[in-house]
């Protein structure tokens, strides 16, 4: 039973590091906390296999200067939050889903596209977005002051 359990244990760690991996991948470009989430898969991939421990500390230390350098001045503080708010009230227009405009050029179905788990995502990236920026300040912010 205890192998069965530990079996089970490195499928789910290792799957969650995966996607965890991908998605950090995708949100290098889309809004989210890229870096952040490369490193927490990488991190619990690094249990399994040696190329992962080898990659963790370098993207460790990108996702930590990055963080650093968000919150160096004021502009770059308030355009985040400005930015991670916007993709929140983005999250509840597709939560909200109203009609299409006029104006939508293509077909009704392709507005708001995604419907709930989109509008989902999105409100929690914009949460998750806030919090890195109160994490980041505190931590690197009113450290240099």
Same mark, same amino acid.
């Given at each position: /039973?205890?192998?069965?359990?530990?079996?089970?244990?490195?499928?789910?760690?290792?799957? =969650?590091?995966?996607? #965890?991996?991908?998605?950090?991948?995708?949100?290098?470009?889309?809004?989210?906390?890229? =870096?952040? /989430?490369?490193?927490?898969? =990488?991190?619990?991939?690094?249990?399994? &296999?040696?190329?992962?421990?080898?990659?963790?500390?370098?993207?460790?230390?990108?996702?930590?200067?990055?963080?650093?350098?968000?919150?160096?001045?004021?502009?770059?503080?308030?355009?985040? *939050?400005?930015?991670? =708010?916007? #993709?929140?009230?983005?999250?509840?227009?597709?939560?909200?889903?109203?009609?299409?405009?006029?104006?939508?050029?293509?077909?009704?179905?392709?507005?708001?596209?995604?419907?709930?788990?989109?509008?989902?995502?999105?409100?929690?990236?914009?949460?998750?977005?806030? *919090? /890195?920026?109160? &994490?980041? &300040?505190?931590?690197?912010?009113?450290?240099?002051?």
């Amino acid at each position: /039973m205890r192998r069965l359990s530990g079996a089970a244990k490195r499928v789910v760690l290792e799957t =969650l590091g995966w996607i #965890l991996v991908i998605g950090g991948i995708a949100a290098l470009v889309l809004p989210g906390p890229g =870096l952040l /989430m490369v490193f927490a898969g =990488l991190a619990l991939l690094s249990q399994q &296999y040696t190329w992962a421990e080898k990659r963790v500390e370098p993207i460790k230390e990108k996702a930590l200067k990055a963080a650093a350098e968000g919150v160096e001045t004021t502009t770059r503080i308030t355009i985040s *939050v400005i930015f991670a =708010l916007i #993709l929140v009230a983005c999250g509840v227009l597709w939560i909200w889903s109203p009609e299409a405009p006029e104006w939508w050029p293509v077909h009704d179905r392709w507005w708001l596209a995604g419907g709930l788990p989109t509008g989902i995502t999105q409100i929690a990236s914009g949460v998750i977005a806030i *919090v /890195m920026i109160a &994490y980041s &300040y505190r931590r690197f912010r009113t450290r240099s002051a």
